[in-house]
């Protein structure tokens, strides 16, 4: 399940995250811990997060228009 998202600025994940895939700037990234993902544009700024990786996989391909494999 998507959880609500307010477009919201980040550090880029450099300490916590581990980048799933990479397209033109967006990210999907993995959270160590609690092992949610996150999509976040070229900017760093985070457009959705949730707890499966199909959901964000779908998500990831609406803003980047390529399919996650």
């Given amino acids: 399940m998507l959880f609500p998202n307010i477009p919201t600025k980040t550090l880029g994940g450099n300490f916590v995250w581990n980048t799933i895939k990479t ?3 967006w ?3 993995q959270n ?3 092992q949610h993902y996150r ?3 070229p900017n760093n700024t ?3 997060w ?4 199909d959901e964000i996989e779908e ?3 609406t803003y980047t228009g390529e399919r996650f494999r």
Wanted: net charge negative.
């Fill in 23 to 25: 397209t033109n700037g």
């Fill in 27 to 29: 990210k999907i990234q």
């Fill in 32 to 34: 160590m811990f609690t």
């Fill in 39 to 41: 999509i976040l544009d």
């Fill in 46 to 48: 985070r457009h959705g």
């Fill in 50 to 53: 949730c707890s499966e990786l």
């Fill in 59 to 61: 998500l990831f391909e």
